[in-house]
Structures are given as C-alpha cells and as structure tokens.
C-alpha cells in the first residue's frame, strides 16, 4: 500500500512566523505535489516536482515555496505565514508515466490556522 | 488546457435511494479520468479511474462510473446509497499526449445521506 504522510494533523502559528509543512512518500514516486484546499474553491494546485531538486510553480504559489532534497520528501515553506493562508494543506505522490498521469496518492492533510 | 465541471456542488439523497453525481470535462485530446472520495477530516482517496478499454468503470465501495466521449462525461454512480457514503467528492482529468503533468480537479460534490 502507497503511504504519503505529512508531519501534522493539525497546526497554529502567528502570522509572520515561518511555516514548514512535511511530506514523505515510502513508494518511490517521482512526482509529489501540494495543495490547499479551501471550502467551495476545490483544491488548488500550489507547487509540484518531477524530481528530486525540481519544483514547478502551480496556480497559487505566491507566498509559498517548496524543497525536495531527497526522492521521498518534499516540504513546503510559507516563508511569512498570513491569515489568508489558513486553510487545509495536501500533499500526494505519483509514479511517472511515459504518457498521461496515474493515480495521485494522497496524505491524510493538515490544518492550519494562522492567527 | 483541459478543465472539470461538477455540475452540482451539494447533492442529498435518503439512504438506499440511486445517486449519481455529474462530472463533465473540457479536452481536445485523449484523457484519463479519476473520481475520488474524501471523508471528513482525511485525505482523497481513489474511487475508481478510467485508463483505456471498457467504458464502465467499477470502482470500491459499489460506485461505478460510465466514461462518455461524445458527451465528454464520466459521471459516477451508485445503486444504493448508505450513511457512510456521506463525503466530499471529486473528478479529475489528465491529457494522455501532455504527460506527466499534475491531475486537474473539479470543485468537488458534497453527498450528504440522509437517514
């Protein structure tokens, strides 16, 4: 079984801080994304990553950015946490395909709130 | 660029009652098509997909979902609904010759099974 875990459930920080949310794959996956979700607005794709040392923006990467220094990780940084970054954070993995794209593995999520 | 429509964001239904949820997509290539399901406080899990062959798809949980080209539908479907299936779901597309490249998900339907 694929598992994708990322480090907290849940987490509150005070805007300004610097945020670091975990992400590991245990399946080899060349692909690993983020994303936030947010009531009525669906998921929203941040950052992703073909390869370690690789990121590629998504639709929303301002105030974000990413680090992938090993295959099975990849972290995302909000480097001054606002309130309008309180939301769910996802990240999800994915074999690479010579075309089209397989499933996405997904982590159980976390929570953040910004005050 | 392709693009999902789930064309109803809220959907109750009484248990044991059929259910279908609506996805339509935009694309003028080949697509892979996914349905997830997130129950509440996890991560999405994969319902079913859609890769090649047989355009009824079985997926867990008794759903299935019917891939229609001419309609570019893949609408999702159950028989009988229960209180667990009580949950958020989405639909997804990947273009076959774009490769490699993150799925793209419509805004989600909420099911809400009412006893």
């Known amino acids: 079984d694929v598992k994708v875990t990322q480090s907290s459930r849940y987490l509150v920080k005070r805007t300004g801080e610097k945020v670091f949310l975990e992400c590991v794959q245990d399946?080899?996956?060349?692909?690993m994304f983020w994303y936030r979700q947010d009531p009525g607005l669906g998921l929203r794709l941040i950052y992703f990553?073909?390869?370690?040392?690789?990121?590629e923006k998504g639709d929303i990467p301002e105030g974000y950015s990413v680090s992938r220094e090993k295959k099975e990780r990849f972290s995302l940084i909000l480097e001054s946490a606002s309130t309008n970054q309180t939301s769910m954070y996802l990240c999800?993995?994915?074999?690479?395909?010579?075309?089209?794209?397989?499933?996405?593995?997904f982590g159980p999520g976390t929570r953040l709130t910004v005050l | 660029a392709q693009s999902v429509t789930q064309l109803d964001s809220q959907v109750p239904v009484f248990e044991e009652a059929p259910v279908e949820l609506r996805c339509n997509y935009s694309?003028?290539?080949?697509?892979?098509l996914f349905w997830y399901v997130q129950y509440p406080n996890q991560g999405l899990q994969l319902l079913l997909k859609?890769?090649?062959?047989?355009?009824l798809v079985k997926g867990i949980n008794g759903f299935e979902a019917e891939f229609n080209k001419s309609q570019t539908s893949f609408h999702l479907r159950k028989p009988s609904v229960h209180i667990s299936d009580t949950a958020e779901y989405f639909c997804?597309?990947?273009?076959?010759?774009?490769?490699?490249?993150?799925?793209?998900f419509g805004k989600g339907t909420r099911l809400s099974v009412i006893a």
């Open positions: 999800a993995s994915s074999p690479r395909l010579a075309e089209g794209t397989d499933t996405q593995y």
């Open positions: 399946m080899d996956h060349e692909n």
């Open positions: 990553s073909y390869d370690v040392k690789m990121k």
């Open positions: 694309s003028s290539v080949s697509v892979y």
């Open positions: 859609y890769l090649s062959g047989s355009t």
């Open positions: 997804a597309v990947s273009e076959i010759p774009t490769g490699n490249t993150p799925l793209v």
